[in-house]
C-alpha cells in the first residue's frame, strides 16, 4: 500500500474544519480524565491504533492510572470506574456502535439522569469528534509514531 496523504498535508480548511470540534470541546466543562476516557474507548472499538496510542499518552499525563486504563475495555467487570464514568462508557459505546441497535433509551436516560442534558451533550459531541478522527485517522493509514 502506498503512503497515504494526511488531511491537513491534503485540504487544510476540512482538517480545520474537524479542529473546530476540539475547539468546542475545550471550553466546555468535559473533564480532561473524561475526555481521554472516550477518546481511548471509542478508539479501542474503532481499532485505531493511532488514536490509542496519543490519547492513552495524553490521559497519563492528565494523571490517569495506568490500571484503568489496561482495564479500559473491559470496565463492566471492574469497580475502578464511577457512576458518571460508566454512564458515559455504555455512551461511548452505543453511539460508537449505532449502527448495530441505535442508542438506547435506559443507556441515553441513565446519562442524563446522572451526568445532567448540558454534560451528556457535551459526551455525545466529544464521542461523535472522537469517531470522526478515527475515520481520517484509519483511512489514511496513520500509525503511533
Not at 479501542?44 to 492513552?56: A, E, L
Not at 442508542?103 to 442534558?117: F, K, N, P, R
Given at each position: 500500500?502506498?503512503?497515504?496523504?494526511?488531511l491537513?498535508?491534503?485540504?487544510?480548511?476540512?482538517?480545520?474544519?474537524?479542529?473546530?470540534?476540539?475547539?468546542?470541546?475545550?471550553?466546555?466543562?468535559?473533564?480532561?480524565?473524561?475526555?481521554?476516557?472516550?477518546?481511548?474507548?471509542?478508539s479501542?472499538?474503532?481499532g485505531?491504533?493511532?488514536?490509542?496510542?496519543?490519547?492513552?499518552?495524553?490521559?497519563?499525563?492528565?494523571?490517569?492510572?495506568p490500571?484503568?486504563?489496561?482495564?479500559?475495555?473491559?470496565?463492566?467487570?471492574t469497580?475502578?470506574?464511577?457512576?458518571?464514568?460508566?454512564?458515559i462508557?455504555?455512551?461511548?459505546?452505543?453511539?460508537?456502535?449505532?449502527?448495530?441497535?441505535?442508542?438506547?433509551?435506559?443507556?441515553?436516560?441513565?446519562?442524563?439522569?446522572?451526568?445532567?442534558?448540558?454534560?451528556?451533550?457535551?459526551v455525545?459531541?466529544?464521542?461523535?469528534?472522537m469517531?470522526?478522527?478515527?475515520?481520517?485517522?484509519?483511512?489514511?493509514?496513520?500509525?503511533?509514531?
Amino acid at each position: 500500500m502506498a503512503k497515504r496523504k494526511l488531511l491537513k498535508d491534503v485540504d487544510p480548511q476540512a482538517f480545520d474544519t474537524m479542529l473546530g470540534f476540539e475547539k468546542y470541546l475545550t471550553t466546555s466543562s468535559l473533564s480532561k480524565i473524561h475526555a481521554e476516557l472516550i477518546k481511548i474507548r471509542v478508539s479501542q472499538i474503532n481499532g485505531c491504533s493511532y488514536c490509542i496510542d496519543k490519547h492513552i499518552q495524553d490521559a497519563l499525563k492528565y494523571g490517569e492510572q495506568p490500571r484503568r486504563i489496561f482495564l479500559l475495555s473491559v470496565w463492566r467487570d471492574t469497580f475502578l470506574f464511577s457512576k458518571e464514568e460508566q454512564a458515559i462508557l455504555a455512551l461511548v459505546e452505543e453511539i460508537t456502535l449505532i449502527a448495530q441497535h441505535g442508542v438506547s433509551d435506559e443507556v441515553y436516560d441513565t446519562a442524563i439522569t446522572v451526568l445532567g442534558q448540558q454534560y451528556t451533550t457535551e459526551v455525545m459531541m466529544a464521542i461523535i469528534a472522537m469517531n470522526a478522527w478515527n475515520r481520517v485517522g484509519i483511512t489514511t493509514g496513520r500509525e503511533p509514531e
